[in-house]
Protein backbone atom coordinates (compact mmCIF):
# COMPACT_ATOMS: atom_id res chain seq x y z
CA UNK A 1 0.00 0.00 0.00
CA UNK A 2 0.83 3.78 -0.60
CA UNK A 3 1.96 6.32 2.03
CA UNK A 4 -1.07 8.53 0.91
CA UNK A 5 0.24 12.25 0.81
CA UNK A 6 -2.34 13.96 2.30
CA UNK A 7 -2.92 17.78 1.82
CA UNK A 8 -4.79 18.78 5.02
CA UNK A 9 -1.37 19.01 6.97
CA UNK A 10 0.73 20.47 4.27
CA UNK A 11 -1.77 23.44 4.72
CA UNK A 12 -2.02 23.77 8.27
CA UNK A 13 1.75 23.39 8.81
CA UNK A 14 1.99 26.32 5.79
CA UNK A 15 -1.04 28.16 7.51
CA UNK A 16 0.44 28.66 10.91
CA UNK A 17 3.74 30.14 9.33
CA UNK A 18 1.97 31.89 7.55
CA UNK A 19 -0.28 33.59 10.18
CA UNK A 20 3.11 34.55 12.32
CA UNK A 21 4.26 36.21 9.51
CA UNK A 22 1.20 38.12 8.78
CA UNK A 23 0.98 39.14 13.41
CA UNK A 24 4.59 40.16 12.13
CA UNK A 25 3.68 42.68 9.56
CA UNK A 26 0.52 43.90 11.48
CA UNK A 27 2.51 44.71 14.30
CA UNK A 28 4.82 47.00 11.51
CA UNK A 29 1.51 48.69 10.86
CA UNK A 30 0.82 46.08 7.37
CA UNK A 31 -1.95 45.01 7.00
CA UNK A 32 -2.14 41.66 3.79
CA UNK A 33 -4.56 42.62 0.98
CA UNK A 34 -6.40 40.38 -1.43
CA UNK A 35 -8.46 41.63 -4.21
CA UNK A 36 -10.43 38.96 -5.98
CA UNK A 37 -11.43 40.55 -9.17
CA UNK A 38 -14.35 38.81 -10.48
CA UNK A 39 -16.21 39.81 -13.68
CA UNK A 40 -20.43 38.19 -13.66
CA UNK A 41 -21.27 35.48 -11.23
CA UNK A 42 -20.01 32.21 -12.67
CA UNK A 43 -20.61 29.40 -9.88
CA UNK A 44 -17.42 28.05 -9.76
CA UNK A 45 -15.89 31.77 -9.31
CA UNK A 46 -18.11 32.44 -6.42
CA UNK A 47 -17.22 28.89 -4.58
CA UNK A 48 -13.50 29.48 -5.24
CA UNK A 49 -14.19 32.76 -4.06
CA UNK A 50 -15.83 32.11 -0.63
CA UNK A 51 -13.01 29.29 -0.15
CA UNK A 52 -10.24 31.63 -0.71
CA UNK A 53 -11.94 34.24 1.87
CA UNK A 54 -12.24 31.29 4.56
CA UNK A 55 -8.58 30.74 3.99
CA UNK A 56 -7.85 34.53 3.99
CA UNK A 57 -9.55 34.54 7.43
CA UNK A 58 -7.53 31.57 9.24
CA UNK A 59 -4.36 33.54 8.64
CA UNK A 60 -5.34 37.34 9.29
CA UNK A 61 -5.02 38.54 5.33
CA UNK A 62 -7.92 40.73 4.60
CA UNK A 63 -9.78 40.14 1.41
CA UNK A 64 -11.11 43.15 -1.01
CA UNK A 65 -13.82 41.93 -3.73
CA UNK A 66 -13.55 43.94 -6.69
CA UNK A 67 -17.18 42.73 -8.70
CA UNK A 68 -18.07 44.07 -11.70
CA UNK A 69 -20.89 43.18 -14.24
CA UNK A 70 -20.39 40.63 -17.24
CA UNK A 71 -21.86 43.62 -19.74
CA UNK A 72 -18.30 45.96 -18.52
CA UNK A 73 -16.48 46.85 -21.74
CA UNK A 74 -12.80 46.27 -22.19
CA UNK A 75 -11.80 49.71 -21.92
CA UNK A 76 -13.91 50.18 -18.07
CA UNK A 77 -12.20 46.91 -17.14
CA UNK A 78 -8.53 47.88 -17.70
CA UNK A 79 -9.49 51.48 -15.90
CA UNK A 80 -10.44 49.61 -12.73
CA UNK A 81 -7.45 46.95 -13.54
CA UNK A 82 -5.41 50.08 -13.25
CA UNK A 83 -7.07 51.60 -10.20
CA UNK A 84 -6.32 48.45 -7.87
CA UNK A 85 -2.80 48.00 -9.37
CA UNK A 86 -2.10 51.85 -7.57
CA UNK A 87 -3.88 50.91 -4.67
CA UNK A 88 -0.79 50.68 -2.33
CA UNK A 89 -3.37 49.20 0.68
CA UNK A 90 -3.96 46.15 -2.14
CA UNK A 91 -0.63 43.60 -2.12
CA UNK A 92 -1.92 40.61 -3.99
CA UNK A 93 -3.97 40.89 -6.85
CA UNK A 94 -6.55 37.65 -8.00
CA UNK A 95 -8.38 37.60 -11.44
CA UNK A 96 -10.47 34.89 -11.84
CA UNK A 97 -10.91 33.46 -15.80
CA UNK A 98 -12.19 32.99 -18.60
CA UNK A 99 -13.45 36.31 -18.85
CA UNK A 100 -16.04 37.04 -20.91
CA UNK A 101 -15.14 37.08 -24.73
CA UNK A 102 -15.68 40.70 -25.33
CA UNK A 103 -12.66 41.04 -23.07
CA UNK A 104 -8.77 40.47 -24.68
CA UNK A 105 -7.91 37.92 -21.33
CA UNK A 106 -4.09 37.70 -22.50
CA UNK A 107 -4.15 41.71 -22.29
CA UNK A 108 -6.09 41.66 -18.77
CA UNK A 109 -3.71 39.40 -17.60
CA UNK A 110 -0.90 41.10 -18.76
CA UNK A 111 -2.27 44.11 -16.92
CA UNK A 112 -1.72 43.38 -13.62
CA UNK A 113 1.75 44.43 -11.76
CA UNK A 114 3.90 41.44 -11.27
CA UNK A 115 4.62 42.58 -8.23
CA UNK A 116 0.85 42.03 -7.24
CA UNK A 117 0.49 38.85 -9.51
CA UNK A 118 -0.38 36.50 -7.00
CA UNK A 119 -1.59 33.85 -9.18
CA UNK A 120 1.71 33.89 -11.83
CA UNK A 121 -0.62 34.76 -14.56
CA UNK A 122 1.32 37.14 -16.28
CA UNK A 123 4.68 37.05 -18.57
CA UNK A 124 6.78 38.33 -16.44
CA UNK A 125 5.86 35.76 -13.39
CA UNK A 126 5.93 33.05 -16.07
CA UNK A 127 9.75 34.78 -16.89
CA UNK A 128 10.29 34.47 -13.08
CA UNK A 129 9.49 30.89 -12.84
CA UNK A 130 11.47 29.96 -16.05
CA UNK A 131 14.81 32.12 -14.74
CA UNK A 132 14.49 30.89 -11.08
CA UNK A 133 13.73 35.34 -10.24
CA UNK A 134 11.53 36.73 -7.68
CA UNK A 135 9.60 38.23 -10.57
CA UNK A 136 6.06 38.14 -9.57
CA UNK A 137 5.13 34.96 -8.35
CA UNK A 138 4.72 30.95 -9.66
CA UNK A 139 1.47 30.01 -10.18
CA UNK A 140 -0.26 28.48 -7.52
CA UNK A 141 -1.17 24.67 -8.37
CA UNK A 142 2.09 24.13 -9.67
CA UNK A 143 3.78 26.04 -6.07
CA UNK A 144 1.46 23.68 -3.88
CA UNK A 145 2.49 20.38 -5.62
CA UNK A 146 6.21 21.14 -5.04
CA UNK A 147 5.19 22.21 -1.03
CA UNK A 148 3.72 18.89 -0.91
CA UNK A 149 7.09 17.29 -2.03
CA UNK A 150 9.28 19.31 0.30
CA UNK A 151 6.34 18.86 3.38
CA UNK A 152 6.99 14.95 3.07
CA UNK A 153 10.66 15.09 2.87
CA UNK A 154 11.01 14.34 -0.99
CA UNK A 155 13.98 15.91 -2.51
CA UNK A 156 13.99 16.22 -6.18
CA UNK A 157 17.51 16.48 -6.62
CA UNK A 158 19.21 13.87 -8.88
CA UNK A 159 15.94 12.72 -9.33
CA UNK A 160 14.08 11.44 -12.41
CA UNK A 161 10.84 13.01 -12.87
CA UNK A 162 8.27 13.41 -15.56
CA UNK A 163 5.43 15.93 -16.14
CA UNK A 164 1.58 15.03 -17.73
CA UNK A 165 0.69 18.26 -19.58
CA UNK A 166 2.52 21.04 -20.51
CA UNK A 167 -0.19 23.91 -19.72
CA UNK A 168 1.47 27.58 -18.63
CA UNK A 169 -0.98 26.92 -15.19
CA UNK A 170 1.15 23.75 -14.36
CA UNK A 171 2.83 21.70 -16.83
CA UNK A 172 5.29 23.80 -17.95
CA UNK A 173 5.91 25.58 -14.35
CA UNK A 174 5.90 22.64 -11.67
CA UNK A 175 8.82 21.47 -14.65
CA UNK A 176 10.88 24.45 -14.32
CA UNK A 177 10.21 23.97 -10.86
CA UNK A 178 11.79 20.54 -10.47
CA UNK A 179 14.50 21.43 -12.83
CA UNK A 180 15.58 24.38 -10.55
CA UNK A 181 15.54 22.09 -7.51
CA UNK A 182 17.80 20.10 -10.00
CA UNK A 183 15.61 17.06 -10.95
CA UNK A 184 16.13 15.19 -14.36
CA UNK A 185 12.72 16.30 -16.11
CA UNK A 186 10.86 15.04 -19.10
CA UNK A 187 7.69 17.32 -19.87
CA UNK A 188 5.39 14.83 -21.72
CA UNK A 189 1.97 15.70 -23.87
CA UNK A 190 -0.38 15.20 -26.56
CA UNK A 191 2.16 13.96 -29.12
CA UNK A 192 4.90 12.40 -26.82
CA UNK A 193 5.24 8.90 -28.15
CA UNK A 194 5.12 6.39 -25.81
CA UNK A 195 4.14 8.21 -22.58
CA UNK A 196 3.95 4.66 -20.34
CA UNK A 197 7.09 3.91 -21.17
CA UNK A 198 9.09 7.20 -20.51
CA UNK A 199 6.85 7.77 -17.08
CA UNK A 200 7.26 4.23 -15.81
CA UNK A 201 10.80 5.04 -15.45
CA UNK A 202 10.46 8.01 -13.39
CA UNK A 203 11.03 8.60 -9.70
CA UNK A 204 8.58 11.35 -9.68
CA UNK A 205 5.29 11.89 -11.70
CA UNK A 206 3.53 14.67 -11.17
CA UNK A 207 -0.11 14.21 -13.38
CA UNK A 208 -1.51 17.31 -14.94
CA UNK A 209 -3.37 17.04 -17.99
CA UNK A 210 -6.61 17.32 -17.25
CA UNK A 211 -7.72 13.97 -18.29
CA UNK A 212 -10.35 12.24 -16.03
CA UNK A 213 -8.79 8.81 -14.50
CA UNK A 214 -5.97 8.40 -17.29
CA UNK A 215 -2.79 7.38 -15.41
CA UNK A 216 -3.29 3.84 -15.46
CA UNK A 217 -0.79 0.80 -13.70
CA UNK A 218 1.22 1.05 -16.92
CA UNK A 219 2.41 4.51 -16.43
CA UNK A 220 4.00 3.99 -13.05
CA UNK A 221 6.55 2.00 -10.85
CA UNK A 222 6.76 0.84 -7.66
CA UNK A 223 8.99 3.21 -6.30
CA UNK A 224 7.71 6.04 -7.29
CA UNK A 225 6.05 9.52 -5.96
CA UNK A 226 2.98 10.56 -7.75
CA UNK A 227 1.43 13.73 -7.24
CA UNK A 228 -2.04 14.20 -9.08
CA UNK A 229 -2.74 17.50 -9.81
CA UNK A 230 -5.99 16.56 -12.09
CA UNK A 231 -9.42 18.04 -10.85
CA UNK A 232 -12.00 16.49 -12.99
CA UNK A 233 -15.79 15.70 -12.53
CA UNK A 234 -16.57 11.97 -12.89
CA UNK A 235 -20.06 12.00 -14.26
CA UNK A 236 -20.56 8.28 -14.02
CA UNK A 237 -19.47 8.42 -9.51
CA UNK A 238 -20.88 12.47 -9.46
CA UNK A 239 -18.08 13.68 -7.73
CA UNK A 240 -14.71 14.80 -7.86
CA UNK A 241 -11.67 12.77 -9.15
CA UNK A 242 -7.93 13.07 -10.81
CA UNK A 243 -5.87 12.30 -13.58
CA UNK A 244 -4.79 9.61 -11.54
CA UNK A 245 -7.08 6.00 -11.58
CA UNK A 246 -6.30 6.18 -7.29
CA UNK A 247 -7.99 2.36 -7.02
CA UNK A 248 -5.39 0.93 -9.34
CA UNK A 249 -2.90 2.63 -9.57
CA UNK A 250 -2.20 3.26 -5.19
CA UNK A 251 -1.61 -0.06 -4.57
CA UNK A 252 1.60 -0.08 -6.84
CA UNK A 253 3.02 3.05 -6.38
CA UNK A 254 5.54 4.53 -3.24
CA UNK A 255 3.79 7.52 -2.52
CA UNK A 256 0.47 9.13 -3.57
CA UNK A 257 -1.98 12.55 -3.64
CA UNK A 258 -5.76 11.94 -3.42
CA UNK A 259 -7.73 13.59 -5.46
CA UNK A 260 -9.55 15.29 -3.27
CA UNK A 261 -7.78 15.86 -0.36
CA UNK A 262 -4.30 16.73 -1.91
CA UNK A 263 -2.45 19.45 -3.85
CA UNK A 264 -6.33 21.53 -4.48
CA UNK A 265 -6.67 21.42 -0.57
CA UNK A 266 -2.76 23.35 -0.53
CA UNK A 267 -3.38 25.95 -3.20
CA UNK A 268 -5.38 28.39 -1.70
CA UNK A 269 -2.36 28.43 1.38
CA UNK A 270 -0.14 29.38 -1.03
CA UNK A 271 -2.08 31.88 -2.41
CA UNK A 272 -2.43 33.80 1.01
CA UNK A 273 1.44 33.06 0.97
CA UNK A 274 1.64 34.95 -2.12
CA UNK A 275 -0.23 37.95 -0.65
CA UNK A 276 2.01 37.79 2.54
CA UNK A 277 5.03 37.49 0.77
CA UNK A 278 3.97 40.17 -2.15
CA UNK A 279 3.36 42.60 1.14
CA UNK A 280 6.88 42.02 2.35
CA UNK A 281 8.27 42.57 -0.85
CA UNK A 282 6.42 45.98 -1.16
Not at 31 to 45: K, Q, S, T
Not at 86 to 92: E, L, M, N, R, S
Not at 157 to 162: D, T, V
Amino acid sequence: MAEILKGAPVAAALSESVRSEVEELKAQGIVPMLAIVRVGERPDDLAYERGAVKRAEKVGVEVRSEVFPADITEEEFFRELDRINKDDAVHGILMFQPLPKHIDTAGARDRIDPAKDIDGCTAISMAGVFTNRPLGFPPCTAAAAMEILHYYGIDPKGKRAAVIGRSLVIGRPVAMMLMHENATVTNCHTRTTDVPGITRTADILIAAAGVLRSVTPEYVNPDQIVIDVGINWDEKKGGIAGDVDFDVVEPVVKAITPVPGGVGSVTSTILMKHVVEAAKRI
